[in-house]
């Protein structure tokens, strides 16, 4: 979904509109109703629009004039951004931000990757020739997988203490909530599953603390002044806080 500054809550969740025929009010389902939702430039659209979605990556359901419809399962949001110097954009309200597992920025491809890129795209679009790879229920399992894997209790303290030294970190005007407690923890078990582990490892954690934690740190405008960045401090906590020894779990 192409997210613009004239979008409107309506538009992404849907609305009610009356019929003439039966003479009563209809709910006409809007793109949310998905399992995946790809939120393109979510911030050239309003705050109030970005917020329409709050209920849904929360709660996976969606409230309209009282009635509550859920949404498909699995259900994944993923959302590209304009980069925030840019005119036309709006930033993201710090509960919308919350709701990110992650976030990563990409970059540009290097020299090499760029020129297959053109070559690929020389003569005509690959991408209508795509086929899927997965399906709805390989998903839901992989992600019940993840779940499984165990996480030592030292690394769950781990997690807490990344997360509390956000809060008082001087430079620091709001630190990330428990969400990001529960991202460190997730996203670890996602790693290790992924590396073949049922057992998370102490680097799975340092090596995502980037990714879950520098989009839910605000910084106080003293310390942006003196040149530091989200991601500067959580490196600078990374440093400081000790590393627990644990992984597998004993029989």
Sequence with gaps: MQFTPDLLPGDVIGVSMYNPQAQSFEFRRGPVFTQVLLADEINRATPKTQSALLEAMEEWQVTVDGTTYPLPEPFIVMATQNPIELGGTFPLPEAQVDRFLLKIRLGYLPGDEEVAMLDRFQSASPLPALEPVTNAREVTDAQNACTAVFCDASLKDYCVRLVQRTREHPDVALGASPRGALG???????RAAMSGRDFVLPDDIKTLAPHVLTHRVMLRPNAELRGLTA??????ILDAEMV???GRRLA
């Design 184 to 190: 460190l923890l997730h996203a670890g078990q996602a």
């Design 231 to 236: 991601a500067s401090v959580v490196d600078d």
């Design 244 to 246: 627990p020894m644990a």
